[in-house]
């Protein structure tokens, strides 16, 4: 009997390409994600240096991307907009797009439809495919959980892009170190009561430092218009007898973002304004609870996440259904601790 000839492998489906020197990226709504990507955009630059990038973003979004001069433009939607809504402001742009990445289903991605964009990529995530033309799949082997920015950096990689370069993670020049200690205090999380620290303890904190060093001055930031964060500010501020300034309801993200610039370190919760310093540059002390800081801590070295990892963390959870054991076992010495090492980072000259 003859020997059968060796099997003609399948050929590879061909790579995915860019296609267009146009391209918008809509911005993922929940603003830590919006963080999270925005090393990918830088990626995207430097893998197509002559394109038309703009970023499509929520109007509460501007101030993070107006940091980045890698755009060539940034597309605002009011908050909350409908996919109608955000078509009409795309028409209404002198530019006509060529290609549109999407990272999650939403609004934004059915706008890039209805304006029809020739080419429409993203995740083949449920609710986002048909808005698509083109699905970028990354197969990932099992492992360790892994940071919520390689979500994004894979994407431009799997597109043939030099991803994970050091100078993709480089936050904006941060302002020289004030004269003084200045230190930013966030005491409310927009994740829920169970990612606050008890602010007993916050207090405690602030005592020390203040002992420890002359003349600090103390500010409580918000930023995100949350009104459970207005309210603990508040309270944190009333508990305080040190002299502070509290802005968390009066600035909006922009004038919080300015002021972080010209800070020597934050004290925060895990929430937004931990990754609105860390997009700034700012060296912070972050305190986790329910969440998993290998997936979703601020970017960079200079955050410093403090946790006591117990044996039902990470729940994800708004609220602790037991005795809200990860936030109180973290203890003032831990986070003094870390908040010392910010300050050195930020006044090492």
């Not at 831990?334 to 010392?340: D, I, N, Q, R």
Request: glycine content about 8%; charged content about 20%; hydrophobic content about 40%.
């Amino acid at each position: 009997m003859s020997k059968l000839p060796d099997a003609v492998p399948c050929p590879e489906k061909p790579p995915l390409h860019l296609k267009g020197g146009y391209l918008c990226v809509a911005a993922p709504v929940d603003f830590s994600e919006a963080c999270f990507s925005v090393p990918a955009l830088r990626a995207l630059r430097s893998f197509r240096p002559q394109a038309t990038l703009c970023v499509l973003c929520p109007e509460s979004q501007v101030a993070v991307w107006k940091t980045l001069g890698e755009l060539n433009g940034i597309i605002v939607y009011p908050d909350h907009a409908s996919a109608r809504q955000i078509a009409k402001i795309l028409k209404s742009e002198e530019l006509e797009f060529e290609s549109a990445i999407s990272w999650e289903a939403g609004e934004a991605a059915k706008a890039f439809a209805r304006v029809r964009i020739l080419q429409r990529l993203g995740y083949p995530a449920a609710g986002l495919g048909r808005y698509l033309t083109d699905t970028v799949e990354v197969v990932l082997s099992p492992g360790p959980i892994t940071h919520r920015v390689r979500h994004y950096l894979n994407f431009v990689r799997k597109l043939g892009g030099d991803a994970f370069v050091k100078s993709h993670f480089e936050p904006p020049p941060l302002a020289p170190a004030p004269e003084v200690i200045r230190i930013a205090l966030s005491p409310g999380s927009e994740y829920g009561a169970t990612y606050q620290w008890p602010l007993a303890k916050m207090k405690e904190v602030v005592d020390g430092i203040d002992a420890r060093y002359t003349g600090v001055e103390w500010v409580i930031l918000g930023g995100g218009g949350n009104r459970a964060c207005g309210d603990q500010a508040a309270e944190l501020e009333a508990m305080l007898e040190v002299e502070v300034k509290n802005y968390a309801k009066e600035w909006d993200r922009e004038k919080t973002m300015h002021a972080l610039q010209h800070c020597s370190a934050l004290l925060a919760c895990d929430g937004e304004l931990a990754h609105l310093a860390a997009h700034v540059g700012l060296p912070a002390a972050v305190i986790f609870g329910p969440n998993e800081p290998a997936w979703k801590r601020p970017l960079g070295k200079q955050s410093l996440v403090v946790r006591e990892h117990v044996a039902c963390s990470p729940c994800y959870l708004a609220r602790c259904p037991l005795d809200h054991r990860c936030q109180n076992d973290v203890t003032v010495e831990m986070v003094v601790a870390a908040l010392e090492a910010a300050l050195a980072v930020r006044h090492s000259g």
